[in-house]
């Protein structure tokens, strides 16, 4: 599985007339994409950072639908008001526990390892970080995604609220702290959002 995001440095006071235009105009369209499989939103409403994801079936229907893409593209940014920039990934590691709810938050880490190291931190993600995110009271899903080429990864927790997230927050840096050091990974970014809109409809990896 494979996944194409768009990041959007939006404008705060646009930020929900672009979610009514994804939810509204680009979400209804995404099925009639060959290979697409569904979108998700993510918001940060203090620094106007939006992210939408494509998941696709595989890598060449991505490819092939690029084109079809970039208007879609173009006209998010100008309903956000912000410039966007877009990313390449394969889906290494999905699992939902849960249905989200409305009130859903994300903490999204970016890090980067050596590319030859990439299947082994795959690996460690799925054996020893997944099973202590579960754990976790008001767990709803996690997702690593990653770019072989470049080593870099994304990988994404998502609570039922923020509270979730909060309280769980000591919790959440440790494990970072120590998966980090055991895969040799570097932290790029880390972020927490608001899951806008989730119908990526991936199936498990794991």
């Known amino acids: 599985m494979h996944a194409l995001s ?4 939006a404008q705060p006071e646009s930020i929900d007339a672009g979610i009514a235009h ?7 369209a995404i099925p009639q994409i060959d290979g697409c499989i569904g979108l998700s939103l993510m918001v940060d409403r203090q620094t106007g950072r939006c992210i939408i ?13 690029a084109g079809q893409l970039v208007p879609v593209r ?3 940014a100008e309903v956000f008001q912000g410039p966007a920039n877009v990313e390449e990934w394969e889906i290494a ?12 938050y994300v903490r999204a880490t970016w890090v980067k390892v050596s590319p030859d190291q990439v299947d082994q931190g795959v690996d460690y993600y799925k054996s020893a970080v997944l099973p202590q995110l579960e754990d976790l009271e008001g767990f709803c899903s996690a997702s690593l ?7 870099r990864a994304v990988a994404c927790a998502t609570f039922d609220t923020s509270d979730a997230l909060e309280r769980n927050r000591d919790r959440i ?4 702290t120590s998966s980090m050091a055991e895969a040799g990974a570097e932290e790029l970014d880390e972020c927490d959002f ?5 119908h990526l409809r991936v199936p498990e990896l794991i």
């Open 74 to 76: 173009d006209r998010c």
């Open 6 to 9: 768009t990041t959007i440095q």
């Open 53 to 65: 994801t494509t998941a696709w079936e595989t890598e060449e229907a991505r490819r092939a639908n």
């Open 173 to 176: 840096t440790a494990l970072k």
């Open 93 to 104: 590691a999905l699992h939902r526990d849960h249905r989200t709810s409305e009130a859903a």
């Open 194 to 198: 608001e899951l806008a809109l989730a």
């Open 22 to 28: 994804v939810r509204d105009e680009v979400m209804p």
């Open 145 to 151: 995604m990653v770019d072989r080429a470049s080593g």
